[in-house]
């Protein structure tokens, strides 16, 4: 963990919101932005999170929180399909693992 902010996981229980979350870690945004696009931020930077695979580092989090935030900067929720109704939306289908087996005779 960042000796530098030593307890930052222990802040994020008191962040409810995107705006919260930016605003804490120093990322500069649009309001129009994070108003249109809150929960598709948030849900790319906790997919971001998932991916990184690293015990919790400040820098890290913002890192990947800014670049969650600049994906909708650049783009919008259709085209990045983050939930699966836009995936759906563009066509885009997925199966669960779980899902694919053997026919039972």
Known sequence: MSTEHPDFTDDLAELESAEDFLTYFGIAFDPKVVRINHLHILQRFHNYLNGAGKAPE??????????????FVHSDALTEGVFSVFKRARGIQTVPI????????
């Not at 989090?61 to 994906?71: F, I, M, P």
């Not at 779980?98 to 005779?105: D, L, V």
């Open 58 to 71: 400040y820098e890290t989090w913002k890192h990947l929180l800014a670049r969650a935030y600049q994906d």
């Open 98 to 105: 779980t899902a694919i087996g053997r026919r039972q005779p």
